[in-house]
């Protein structure tokens, strides 16, 4: 199955930053596993939709807060991350929960597989460190039927 790492976020932001820190480090780490995609997601939005319609697993990495403690790592399911996300918001703060929710109604493709989200409450080199090396793993085996 081939694995997909978006890591979406605002490198100018540094609130925002986690993603773009991680997929600059995964830049580092080549060569990937086989069948491993790195995505720079940036900011766009909506316009990650046809990059969903590939099949396969999906890793996102973006910032998050007030799921942890500060410079810690949260794994969400597609669901959970549904659960917590807003989906009646239209602008740029609906963010991944939104796009996940009209996915299934606009995709023309293969649904993914997996969506998992690694969310990184702050931006320190160990935490970056640890992302990338879990991203890896997760777009490479998933979540291997974890609840």
Known sequence: MTGYIICIGNR???????????YDRLQLMQPWPENIEIIDGGLMGLNLLPLLERGGRVVFIDAVKGFGRSDEIVVLKQQQILDYGNTSVFDHSSGLAYLLSVLPHVCEGNLPEE??????????????EQAAALSLDLAKNGLKGTD
Do not use: Y
Request: glycine share 12%; no cysteine.
């Open 12 to 22: 100018f932001v540094e609130e925002d930053a986690a993603g773009p820190a991680v």
């Open 115 to 128: 969506i998992i989200l690694i969310g990184l409450e702050g931006t320190s080199p160990r935490l970056i």
